[in-house]
């Protein structure tokens, strides 16, 4: 009787009572195919471009209203606080170690998310020693619109054939 109990636990039911896993199909190669076809991935060095162009147009927008150097720099090095964590962060995860097996990939995501998060606190420690009038209020704004554009990667993603 506990058995029965425990496998019961164990099965993921919808709230209707009905099984879940007796829903599931994998599938076939052709219906793997198509889905990729309908939904293409989108690649990190194509993120990574675009918070590129975010962070060059946010840095000269705050230099151009501001008239003052140094706030676009400081707009520019917080964009390099986002940009070159995830470029190493890409770098990481398409290399060949990362995509052995299902094992190594989950360990080089967290290992690799682990180095862009380390490396972007040092950056942003380091920037009052780098940058001369350190404008915090506009590396801010750099880093979080740079971050953000991802988000219009995403949006302009090539969009998959209609079947």
């Known amino acids: 009787m506990k058995t029965?109990?425990?496998?019961?636990?164990?099965?993921?039911?919808?709230?209707?009572?009905?099984?879940?896993?007796?829903?599931?199909?994998?599938l076939s190669a052709e219906e793997a195919q198509r889905l990729?076809?309908?939904?293409?991935?989108?690649?990190?060095?194509?993120?990574?471009?675009?918070?590129?162009?975010?962070?060059?147009?946010?840095?000269?927008?705050?230099?151009?209203?501001?008239g003052r150097l140094s706030v676009g720099w400081s707009a520019g090095y917080g964009a390099l606080a986002v940009v070159i964590p995830s470029a190493v962060f890409a770098r990481g995860l398409t290399g060949r170690f990362s995509s052995l097996n299902a094992g190594t990939a989950v360990f080089g995501f967290f290992l690799w998310e682990m180095v862009k998060l380390v490396l972007s606190v040092a950056m942003l420690?380091?920037?009052?020693?780098?940058?001369?009038?350190?404008?915090?209020?506009?590396?801010?704004?750099?880093?979080?619109?740079?971050?953000?554009?991802?988000?219009v990667a995403v949006m302009l993603a090539p969009k998959g054939r209609k079947i």
């Open 4 to 26: 029965m109990a425990r496998d019961d636990r164990d099965r993921d039911v919808h709230e209707d009572g009905q099984d879940l896993d007796a829903d599931f199909k994998p």
């Open 36 to 66: 990729r076809e309908r939904k293409p991935l989108i690649s990190p060095w194509r993120v990574i471009a675009i918070q590129v162009v975010a962070g060059l147009l946010v840095a000269l927008v705050a230099w151009g209203l501001s």
């Open 125 to 151: 420690l380091a920037a009052p020693r780098l940058i001369t009038a350190l404008s915090w209020p506009a590396m801010l704004v750099g880093l979080v619109v740079t971050m953000k554009a991802a988000w």
